[in-house]
């Protein structure tokens, strides 16, 4: 699988209490492109998300990742393609020091203990970690969990990369960190977010998204740069775009 | 009611996760003299004491060989050992046959016996714990389900294990949150109580979902797998057969008893 | 019911050990098919709740076991008998291992007591015919009620004869039986309760967590198999209560008749040991645990049978034992010490 193009036709999810999260959605990401998920809260950012590597199922509709439909049977093979960043760190480390947790992916691909140890310790360079290799997950700051569970994801290298709100709690060099990682990452990057900058800085494209449905999807800055449209939805304006100083 | 535990647990986590020569030692090794011990120590008579003694030399050696601070152990003795006396308690009322002990004195049959469970449960307990403070609860299960563990369950232990913290993690939030809200009055009832536990059990529930689901993202398939080579050193063979030995050894012969037999020059 | 180390005989321990283990064994292959996304995290985190429940416990005086909620019934509603027998076995090893709660030698019995008992006969001969399905009503409440004392009052039994088989303990078996089954009932009355009531919430709250996989969802029994299964069952609780009640002395040749003649306390605790140690050189396969290691060194066992001889307990009471014990210890210490200090600079 060498393009993988991301594609979702008609996508629609219904939790199990009925509730439709999202409706409709349709959109194509193709190879190397970074694509923002931006909306209000309870959009259905994160449940779009959750279908790209198989974590959810399709109530209706279909996602296919490089040709091949997200079922059941293919959800295995499909993680080998997608690396997601979830939300929230303290579910992505589980286990006793941060360098078991970053070279977990690794092992259960099948690399040797060797091999898996050493793409572990070059994750954990990438995102600035390698010093708290020897720690335990839970004694962590929020930013440095966050740091660490996005290094557990490098740590498989990915053809895509999904984040869901990877900057929060990260202080400002850790987010000039992301920020250039993500910049030099050359394929796909999928990232729901609130941090319309990062947005700016690292995605070519955006998918507006409200109360489950898709409203409209575009070049960022022109995207973002709609006032009303953006007020409408719960967001604003980005900083950067209001006040265009010609440095 | 979790506090303490849950901090007392992320402690053995963070001795599992140590480098010492004893952390190094291969999982399967450590678990199979540990059985080993256990088997020795419970197949004594049930009067058997000085004869128990040489096999205080084996978690006191690991506990040095592996950097585990003695009082950890000893604390989590202390809060079991309750549960010891109160079986052994009535081996004295009902056990009352009259022994001659050196010096002249006669006490119970039933006294030694009881001496003799609490020092078996010493044993028998120190040692499990510094198994899986010496290895790391991760790398004992891959190991104990490469000796043949059914792998379901080395699986299902492990996440009982990790899941007792995410519930006590759990617990410990609601029960903040509940009490920066009670304001100090008394005790909540029952329906409260009720009402606290369901939603534990949920969230508990959600977020073992959430875990399981990024395990999935990265690949778990249902094996667990360590960044410890399964090569066996040599250090390994000569660490179980070199135990094993002296619990034979120590099992057969009173090395107590020999040891104050030379000093003593055969006084009985 | 958790019982210790103490009380059980390598004999009955090793036997209930290779029970539990081969069907440890047989659940874990039964459940490796159906294991699926929602299965596993909700194995892991009811055993973390059981785990927890079951710390609240209170030994029963003289018996050596303690009692307190079993939740083997409420796992097994959820997540039907075999995941909850595999659920069970992982929440006693825990315990063993960290809190020696019971013990490593009697964890074959306990989560044989513990685990078969509510999960292959409680939930599939009275839970399920009974309550067939329902998450409320009356229907749950007594199926509930009636599954956990049942599958606690056979428990509590088999306790009390994997301790009277073994021989160690020095309480009398009607004494014995006495103790444990009225406690149980309550505490199954209690646990009925629970069950029934976690059941009912989880129902109403997120019912999907009960749709158990398909193989072991079974709710239309047949009534035949049942009552034969109900009757097999009467027959051999009641057969054996009654023989163990009147004391039938020329019943089994071993420790029973010793048990029930054995009112008097100072009546000689040899007779219990010599059979006991007949038992286990039969059915030992280590050549030299027990009785026999110190046999050569007091000649009183030897004449023991009818004579009130004095039993073998040279071993820790002699000078030289006691000195020899002493010297040992500090032994240890130091060479802990030592370790220690070769380990500091590496």
Known sequence: ?247 | MFSPSSLEALRMDELGGLDSPLHRLDARAKAIVTIAFIAAVMSFPRYELSGLTPFFIYPIALLALGGIPPGFILRKILIAAPFAICIGLFNPMLDRHPLLLPGGYVVAAGWISFVSILVRFVLTVSVALVLVAGTGMHRLCAGLERIGLPRVFAVQLLFLYRYLFVVADEGLRMRRGMELRAAGSRAPGLRVYGSLLGHLLLRSLDRAHRIYAAMLARGFDGRIRTLQESKVHPADVLFTTGWIAFFVVARTWNLAEGLGFLLTGGGR | MHMADALISPAVGGTMWAASAGLLAYCARKIQQTLDDRLVPLMGVLGAFIFAAQMINFSIPATGSSGHLGGGLILAVLLGPHAAFVVIASVLTVQALFFADGGLLALGCNIFNLGFFPAFIALPLIYRPIVRGAHSGARLWVGAMLAAVVGLQLGALAVVAETTLSGISELPFGNFVLLMQPIHLAIGVVEGLATAAVVAFVARVQPDALAMPSSSVDHHVRLRPVLVGLLIATVLIGGALSWFASSHPDGLEWSMGKVSGREELDAPAVGVHENAAKLQERTAFLPDYGFRATEPQSIEVAAAEEAEAWPAVSAGTTFSGIVGGALVMLLAGLIGYALRMRRAPA
């Open chain 1, 1 to 247: 699988m060498s393009h993988h193009i991301v594609e979702a036709r008609n996508l629609g999810h219904i939790y199990p209490g009925g509730h439709e999260a999202i409706r409709d959605v349709t959109f194509r990401i193709t190879h190397g492109e970074a694509v923002g998920i931006i909306g209000p809260n309870g959009a259905g950012k994160s449940t779009l998300l959750l279908h790209l590597n198989g974590c959810l199922m399709a109530s209706r509709g279909e996602v296919r990742i490089g040709e091949i439909p997200v079922t059941r049977e293919t959800a295995a093979q499909i993680r080998r393609a997608v690396g997601m960043v979830f939300q929230d760190p303290d579910d992505q480390l589980f286990m006793p020091t941060v360098l078991d947790d970053v070279a977990f992916g690794p092992l259960s691909y099948g690399l040797a203990p060797a091999e898996a140890k050493q793409r572990a310790l070059t994750a954990l360079d990438r995102v600035g970690m390698s010093a708290l290799q020897g720690q335990t997950p839970y004694r962590l700051s929020a930013g440095e969990k966050r740091e660490v569970a996005i290094a557990t994801v490098l740590a498989m290298t990915p053809d895509i990369l999904v984040m869901d709100e990877p900057s929060s709690n990260l202080d400002p060099r850790g987010r000039r960190r992301l920020i250039e990682l993500l910049k030099s990452f050359e394929h796909t990057r999928i990232i729901a977010t609130h941090d319309l900058e990062l947005v700016l800085e690292v995605c070519s494209r955006v998918i507006l998204l409200d109360s489950g449905s898709v409203v409209t999807e575009g070049p960022a800055a022109d995207v973002m740069n709609d006032e009303a449209l953006m007020l409408q939805h719960g967001l604003e304006r980005p900083h950067s775009l209001r006040h265009k100083h010609p440095h």
